[in-house]
């Protein structure tokens, strides 16, 4: 608003203007030719929105920020960025000290990851605040901030080993040495204190390393010490490091395919099971869905083709030029009252982009990039400006009304994943008629996020489950199949839906109609065409086969599954199922004692067994 109250709109002339709106014209045309224009709009709600929206909002700080501020204004943004990492830190350490107050799930000390919800996302963070840290703390000249910001910047340094995110690694590791490189010279002024940071960074490392060995022997069976996750950096036979390197590959195999605009902005997630090896499940998880590239640059040219990756680089090219440029006042060597945060923007953004790499963006990284390039854009010397006078009161009340919608109408992203966290938390608790209820008006407010339909789709199979009424449970399958197919639409390689679609009609045959068996069939043969090990698939198929009265294919299959892995208990609970159904109690027991041997508190298998002793005494 700064702009309307000045009565003039003024856009500063910079190397970075052409390819920021170049990469939004880029953005825009990959939308139109998208393989799903609602996502690609609106940016998929996971990590980072990468939709036309969000684009639009990046742009939109990059070009208030590089008109708007100064060198006044660049400092009092580092010190906010600053300030506002030292509760982030906080809160860090007391979850190395188990003193979260807050319950978390799939995470376990002692990686951490402050508010951020992932060890990861917190690694990206601290490895873009570090050098701005360290660079306040080299520049000031009073002796207790110095300390303090020392203490800070101990702590900050500490907490991203903690997080183990070997990217953020590298990308910080890459930013000191941007920092170090820009101003040789300014290092013989500072020299004590880079080498006492360096030296502290070091025992830090080897300190955490210790307290490991200590205090946790899970993280040693997770992920290792630090010595050790540092060693696997290099590692091409770790199993993190294969699962990347399958992505790339399929990443690339996605990028011949779309070679000019990509397959859409933020489609990434819904077209990699088109690409994916066969072998890469057994890297993850079954079904594994990865919503990016891990690797920023081939995540652009995957969604926006090379056209966007050729942008990209060059507005990444313009960047750096644009820090390099800025007048030599601001460095290490200038006058201590000076900050110098313009040089010092570069390592963080160095820092950011080598993560990116070897990872992938984040909202927050995202964010602060786009800041640091308004921040760079807004101090060149002798910049040429285009200004245009704002007059009237209406036009000031119009800019201020439509800015009120636009905030509402964005953050339907927002009010439709609060909905979809509450239905998760229903369904944990077993109450799927309300986890239906929020799973609907989330999909109402927001139907472009399609692992919506997937969760919904879950929702009403399992009240179809529990449901006596026949009628009523027919509703709830044809829902349930309904919000599948939506998301199977979507995604129609994913075997993991396929099988949940084949259930639902396993479920009809069995309690409705017979008629819905073969259905069940064709999708679980669909399932196991795309995932040979899916051993569930394999299960239901079997049932299915039973149901059909063919207990010779019912048993083969189940078989077939045993052969891949023959620690499943629910296998070996089938087979007990249809031999006793075929009055063969001495067979059934049999494999109802070996299900119990694999997982003894299996609750069914002990109840059958316990059944068919009673019926033989």
Same mark, same amino acid.
């Given at each position: 608003?700064?702009?309307?109250?000045?009565?003039?709109?003024?856009?500063?002339?910079?190397?970075?203007?052409?390819?920021?709106?170049?990469?939004?014209?880029?953005?825009?045309?990959?939308?139109? =030719?998208?393989?799903?224009?609602?996502?690609?709009?609106?940016?998929?709600?996971?990590?980072?929105?990468?939709?036309?929206? /969000?684009?639009?909002?990046?742009?939109?700080?990059?070009?208030?920020?590089?008109?708007?501020?100064?060198?006044?204004?660049?400092?009092?943004?580092?010190?906010?960025?600053?300030?506002?990492?030292?509760?982030?830190?906080? =809160?860090?350490?007391?979850?190395?000290?188990?003193?979260?107050?807050?319950?978390?799930?799939?995470?376990?000390?002692?990686?951490?990851?402050?508010?951020?919800?992932?060890?990861?996302?917190?690694?990206?963070?601290?490895?873009?605040?570090? $050098?701005?840290?360290?660079?306040?703390?080299?520049?000031?000249?009073?002796?207790?901030?110095?300390?303090?910001?020392?203490?800070?910047?101990?702590?900050a340094f500490f907490e991203i080993v903690?997080?183990?995110?070997?990217?953020?690694?590298?990308?910080?590791?890459?930013?000191?040495?941007?920092?170090?490189?820009?101003? #040789?010279?300014?290092?013989?002024?500072?020299?004590?204190?880079?080498?006492?940071?360096?030296?502290?960074?070091?025992?830090?490392?080897?300190?955490?390393?210790?307290?490991?060995?200590?205090?946790?022997?899970?993280? /040693?069976?997770?992920?290792?010490?630090?010595?050790?996750?540092?060693?696997?950096?290099?590692?091409?036979?770790?199993?993190?490091?294969?699962?990347?390197?399958?992505?790339?590959?399929?990443?690339?195999?996605?990028?011949?395919?779309?070679?000019?605009?990509?397959?859409? $902005?933020?489609?990434?997630?819904?077209?990699?099971?088109?690409?994916?090896?066969?072998?890469?499940?057994?890297?993850?998880?079954?079904?594994?869905?990865?919503?990016?590239?891990?690797?920023?640059?081939?995540?652009?040219?995957?969604?926006?083709?090379?056209?966007?990756?050729?942008? =990209?680089?060059?507005?990444?090219?313009?960047?750096?030029?644009?820090?390099?440029?800025?007048?030599?006042?601001?460095?290490?060597?200038?006058? $201590?009252?000076?900050?110098?945060?313009?040089? =010092?923007?570069?390592?963080?953004?160095?820092?950011?982009?080598?993560?990116?790499?070897?990872?992938?963006?984040?909202?927050?990284?995202?964010?602060?990039?786009?800041?640091?390039?308004?921040?760079?854009?807004?101090?060149?010397?002798?910049?040429?400006?285009?200004?245009?006078?704002?007059?009237?009161?209406?036009?000031?009340?119009?800019?201020?009304?439509?800015?009120?919608?636009?905030?509402?109408?964005?953050?339907?992203?927002?009010?439709?994943?609060?909905?979809?966290?509450?239905?998760?938390?229903?369904?944990?608790?077993?109450?799927?008629?309300?986890?239906?209820?929020?799973?609907?008006?989330?999909?109402?407010?927001?139907?472009?996020?399609? $692992?919506y339909y997937e969760a919904l789709g879950?929702?009403?199979?399992?009240?179809?489950?529990?449901?006596?009424?026949?009628?009523?449970?027919?509703?709830?399958?044809?829902?349930?199949?309904?919000?599948?197919?939506?998301?199977?639409?979507?995604?129609?390689?994913?075997?993991?839906?396929?099988?949940?679609?084949?259930?639902?009609?396993?479920?009809?045959?069995?309690?409705?109609?017979?008629?819905?068996?073969?259905?069940?069939?064709?999708?679980?043969?669909?399932?196991?065409?795309?995932?040979?090990?899916?051993?569930?698939?394999?299960?239901?198929?079997?049932?299915?086969? /039973?149901?059909?009265?063919?207990?010779?294919?019912?048993?083969?299959?189940?078989?077939?599954?045993?052969?891949?892995?023959?620690?499943?208990?629910?296998?070996?609970?089938?087979?007990?199922?249809?031999?006793?159904?075929?009055?063969?109690?001495?067979?059934? #027991?049999?494999?109802?004692?070996?299900?119990?041997?694999?997982?003894p508190n299996y609750g069914p298998a /002990?109840?059958?067994?316990?059944?068919?002793?009673?019926?033989?005494?």
């Amino acid at each position: 608003m700064k702009p309307l109250e000045d009565g003039n709109i003024t856009i500063k002339k910079s190397p970075l203007n052409l390819p920021a709106l170049c990469w939004l014209v880029v953005v825009i045309l990959s939308t139109v =030719y998208s393989e799903n224009r609602g996502l690609s709009f609106w940016g998929l709600h996971l990590f980072e929105f990468e939709g036309l929206v /969000q684009v639009l909002a990046y742009l939109t700080l990059f070009f208030i920020v590089a008109n708007i501020s100064n060198e006044k204004f660049i400092e009092k943004v580092i010190s906010v960025i600053i300030i506002s990492a030292i509760p982030l830190i906080i =809160y860090g350490f007391l979850q190395f000290l188990e003193l979260d107050l807050l319950r978390w799930t799939g995470h376990s000390f002692p990686r951490i990851w402050s508010s951020f919800g992932n060890p990861n996302f917190f690694g990206i963070y601290l490895c873009i605040v570090i $050098p701005l840290i360290f660079s306040r703390m080299i520049k000031t000249e009073n002796f207790l901030i110095k300390f303090l910001l020392f203490l800070l910047l101990i702590f900050a340094f500490f907490e991203i080993v903690l997080t183990s995110a070997r990217a953020a690694w590298l990308g910080l590791a890459a930013g000191f040495f941007v920092l170090l490189l820009i101003d #040789i010279r300014g290092i013989k002024i500072y020299w004590k204190s880079i080498l006492l940071t360096l030296f502290s960074f070091a025992l830090i490392f080897v300190s955490t390393n210790s307290i490991i060995k200590l205090k946790s022997s899970a993280i /040693q069976k997770e992920i290792g010490t630090p010595f050790k996750r540092a060693e696997t950096i290099a590692e091409f036979e770790e199993s993190g490091i294969k699962s990347r390197l399958s992505i790339w590959r399929s990443t690339l195999k996605m990028i011949n395919s779309h070679p000019f605009l990509g397959t859409g $902005p933020d489609t990434y997630a819904f077209q990699f099971r088109k690409y994916a090896e066969d072998n890469f499940d057994k890297l993850t998880r079954r079904n594994a869905l990865p919503g990016y590239a891990h690797n920023e640059y081939l995540n652009i040219a995957a969604t926006t083709g090379l056209l966007g990756l050729g942008v =990209y680089l060059w507005l990444l090219f313009s960047v750096y030029k644009t820090g390099l440029n800025l007048p030599s006042t601001h460095s290490l060597r200038s006058p $201590p009252n000076k900050f110098g945060g313009y040089n =010092y923007l570069l390592p963080s953004i160095t820092a950011l982009l080598v993560q990116n790499f070897f990872s992938f963006s984040t909202l927050t990284g995202a964010f602060f990039f786009w800041l640091f390039a308004g921040l760079l854009a807004s101090n060149l010397p002798q910049t040429k400006e285009y200004s245009m006078p704002v007059r009237g009161i209406f036009f000031k009340l119009v800019v201020g009304f439509l800015s009120i919608i636009l905030c509402i109408f964005f953050l339907s992203p927002w009010r439709a994943d609060r909905l979809f966290r509450k239905a998760y938390s229903a369904g944990y608790h077993d109450r799927w008629d309300l986890s239906a209820d929020f799973l609907e008006k989330a999909v109402f407010i927001f139907p472009h996020q399609y $692992p919506y339909y997937e969760a919904l789709g879950t929702s009403y199979l399992e009240l179809a489950k529990i449901s006596g009424n026949i009628d009523e449970k027919k509703m709830f399958l044809l829902k349930a199949e309904t919000n599948y197919e939506k998301y199977l639409k979507q995604v129609p390689q994913s075997a993991l839906v396929l099988n949940a679609i084949g259930v639902t009609y396993l479920i009809a045959g069995r309690d409705v109609d017979r008629r819905a068996i073969p259905f069940a069939v064709e999708k679980f043969t669909k399932a196991l065409e795309l995932d040979k090990n899916f051993i569930e698939a394999y299960s239901n198929l079997a049932s299915c086969y /039973q149901l059909s009265g063919d207990r010779k294919k019912a048993v083969e299959t189940i078989e077939k599954g045993l052969s891949i892995n023959a620690r499943v208990p629910i296998l070996y609970y089938n087979l007990g199922v249809f031999f006793a159904m075929d009055g063969e109690d001495d067979k059934a #027991i049999e494999y109802f004692r070996k299900c119990l041997e694999i997982d003894p508190n299996y609750g069914p298998a /002990q109840e059958k067994i316990k059944l068919l002793w009673d019926s033989k005494n």
